[in-house]
């Protein structure tokens, strides 16, 4: 009964939205083989997101994967819309046999909809950021990829600029920005203001600046001092108030444009813009001479340098296959030999043995560490989003990104600390509030 009402609360959303989600046909092929006996056979529909490389890199996963299991087909269906096109389907039985679970779904609904793969406390041993969709110590569902965040760099335009370092406090970043500036023609740092959601990225970075995965999830939703002097948030917004109050972005950023920026930045146009992991290949594809465009961390004062990572979509078993065995033996094989995680991702792969991404090949033995957010204390899961949301801050929107932006280039008479003064008295009323 309970999954009746979870899909038809989420159909009837659909069917008031239904006009702005896009259509797709269904390639659905069914299971030839029964019960699932624990043999590796039969016939499987993976359901994906990848629209762009379903029909070329998907098919030649299919044709390594069954060199090792011949007696299974494998049959792929892309969603282009995949929230909204998934969840209509969930509560029929008929998802296919593997699929990514919808972030839709509440955390405790999962074990009605995916097959168990086993137990946290084993597989943590052999794979990081599983236990985001875990449900009564059982794991549901590996990340495809584990994604990263700090700032995608061109590093012809750096050599041109003579910098070689790529640790950086916020003071020696705006430094190496201002060589850029005189030393190239090549825009420093490029905000993509109009976009928006691009102003977005940067809270990524919250746990880099504060040097501690714990900060997020543990310290900020139990202190006072959000954005305070001194405080990671206020560190991490200096930076974009900084770099943009010295003239080191685009001339006009209300007129950016995102598709023209990665051109830029694959061309040498522009040196650094601060985008997750997901971004690198998007932006390498663009150019002859992928080899120039790296990644770095976000610049901060702490102690300890870190990456932090944060799991992609999770690929899941429905727990309705009638060939778990064969789904199960896909799943394991996208995870640790298709190359999906590193190569058409471009993030980390789950499993912990597997090589770093040339992306990040090259901070080995640098000291920067590359850890996931530790998970909020139990009674506190969604604490930081209902404080966000009850202080109408916007965390992960672009509202008060572009407010610091336009009164670092003077189009308002607003000062960087009364911004962060309005900010922090926003979150500690409504901290008061959501924790009564």
């Not at 038809?8 to 390639?27: D, E, P, Q, R, T």
């Not at 995608?152 to 850029?180: C, H, M, R, W």
């Not at 996931?372 to 949301?389: H, Y």
Request: proline share 5%.
């Amino acid at each position: 009964m309970k999954k009746n009402k979870l899909i038809l609360f989420f159909m009837s959303i659909l069917l008031v939205v239904s006009g702005f989600l896009a259509g797709c046909s269904s390639n659905e092929a069914g299971s030839d083989s029964g019960d699932d006996d624990g043999k590796v056979e039969g016939e499987i529909t993976v359901i994906t997101q990848r629209t762009d490389i379903v029909d070329t890199v998907f098919k030649d996963y299919a044709a390594k994967f069954q060199e090792e299991y011949p007696d299974v087909e494998v049959n792929f269906e892309a969603l282009a819309d995949y929230e909204g096109q998934i969840m209509p389907r969930m509560n029929t039985g008929d998802y296919g046999d593997v699929l990514l679970i919808p972030t839709s779904i509440p955390i405790e609904d999962i074990p009605d909809f995916f097959e168990p793969l086993g137990d946290v406390e084993e597989m943590q041993e052999e794979y990081m950021a599983i236990d985001e969709r875990a449900v009564g110590g059982k794991v549901y569902g590996i990340p495809i990829a584990v994604n990263y965040s700090g700032i995608v760099y061109n590093k012809s335009v750096f050599e041109e600029a003579g910098i070689s370092e790529l640790q950086f406090t916020p003071d020696e970043f705006l430094k190496a920005l201002e060589a850029v500036k005189e030393k190239t023609d090549a825009i420093p740092l490029y905000t993509n203001y109009a976009a928006g959601w691009t102003l977005t990225q940067w809270e990524s970075a919250l746990a880099t600046v504060a040097g501690d995965p714990d900060y997020v999830n543990i310290t900020q939703p139990n202190t006072d001092d959000n954005f305070v002097p001194g405080e990671p948030h206020y560190e991490l917004y200096k930076v974009m108030y900084d770099v943009a109050n010295k003239g080191l972005i685009e001339k006009d950023p209300l007129t950016t444009d995102w598709e023209t920026s990665k051109q830029m930045l694959a061309d040498g146009d522009i040196a650094t813009m601060v985008l997750g992991s997901w971004a690198i290949g998007q932006i390498k594809a663009l150019t002859d001479t992928p080899e120039d465009i790296g990644y770095m961390p976000f610049p901060t004062n702490a102690e300890k340098v870190l990456f932090p990572l944060s799991a992609d979509y999770n690929l899941a078993v429905n727990v309705n296959s009638e060939n778990k065995a064969a789904a199960k033996a896909w799943v394991d094989f996208f995870i640790n030999e298709s190359g999906y995680p590193t190569e058409q991702a471009f993030g980390l792969s789950p499993a912990k043995d597997a090589l770093l991404p040339d992306a990040l090949s090259e901070f080995e033995g640098t000291g920067i560490e590359f850890e996931t957010l530790t998970p909020a204390e139990e009674g506190q899961e969604g604490l930081v989003d209902a404080i966000d949301k009850e202080a109408e801050i916007g965390l992960w929107t672009e509202d008060f990104k572009k407010r610091i932006v336009e009164a670092a280039i003077g189009n308002t008479d607003e000062t960087y600390d009364e911004i962060m003064k309005d900010l922090n008295e926003d979150w500690v009323k409504a901290r008061e509030k959501v924790a009564e």
